[in-house]
T-cell receptor, first 112, second 118 residues
Framework: DGGITQSPKYLFRKEGQNVTLSCEQN?????MYWYRQDPGQGLRLIYY???????QKGDIAEGYSVSREKKESFPLTVTSAQKNPTAFYLC???????????FGPGTRLTVL | AQSVTQLDSQVPVFEEAPVELRCNYS??????LFWYVQYPNQGLQLLLK??????LVKGINGFEAEFNKSQTSFHLRKPSVHISDTAEYFC????????????????FGKGTLLTVNP
């Protein structure tokens, strides 16, 4: 059954710690994306990648980092430089064209 | 640059009533349009999409939307809603160009919370 998985579903972090969120897809999609969702603000793009070993900053990349070593994997690291990391994080993937995006179930990150 | 405006942040309706969720976009080029639904603490699920062809698009769960190029709108409608339709709905747009780079991104509206009351 094809789809996108994100883990963990809930994540707690102490201030000053880095944390990595996992995203895996078996849809054979070239493009992958990370979004942050806060109440009332919709989805904001953090990073995206169209091909292995390449990625671009989105609208709110500061304090985040990504890698794309394999086509099916696009992990997101929330660093201690991110001032307000508590949010719901969504990963998505798509073909390059048309770019209908398929979403994972999300990870809720809480900083204690 | 593209933008998407969802004109209502919240829409309360009674069960079995019709509903329309409004979406307007701005873009200097031709676009693809999408509506997604999000249930609490879940990811987004595609409801329907407009890529080309007929401007009236039918999606899952009895929803439909009409692409109006002259009014740059893509409003979502359902003739009779159920309690289970309570969720947040997002409109999204992307360029139809294929020159790469930012054309692969979707631009999302801020969402409309549909609440269906008994």
């Amino acid at each position: 059954d094809g789809g996108i998985t994100q883990s963990p579903k809930y994540l707690f972090r102490k201030e000053g710690q880095n944390v990595t969120l996992s995203c895996e897809q078996n849809l054979n999609h070239d493009a992958m994306y990370w979004y942050r969702q806060d109440p009332g603000q919709g989805l904001r793009l953090i990073y995206y990648s169209q091909i292995v070993n390449d990625f671009q900053k989105g609208d709110i990349a500061e304090g985040y980092s990504v890698s794309r070593e394999k086509k099916e994997s696009f992990p997101l690291t929330v660093t201690s430089a991110q001032k307000n990391p508590t949010a719901f994080y969504l990963c998505a993937s798509s073909t390059l064209w048309p770019n209908e995006q398929f979403f994972g179930p999300g990870t809720r990150l809480t900083v204690l | 640059a593209q933008s998407v405006t969802q004109l209502d942040s919240q829409v309360p309706v009674f069960e079995e009533a019709p509903v329309e969720l409004r979406c307007n976009y701005s873009s200097s080029v031709s676009v693809y349009l999408f509506w997604y639904v999000q249930y609490p603490n879940q990811g987004l699920q595609l409801l329907l999409k407009y890529l080309s062809g007929s401007t009236l698009v039918k999606g899952i769960n009895g929803f439909e939307a009409e692409f109006n190029k002259s009014q740059t709108s893509f409003h979502l409608r359902k003739p009779s809603v159920h309690i289970s339709d309570t969720a947040e709905y997002f409109c999204a747009v992307s360029d139809r160009g294929n020159s790469g780079g930012s054309n692969y991104k979707l631009t999302f509206g801020k969402g409309t919370l549909l609440t269906v009351n008994p």
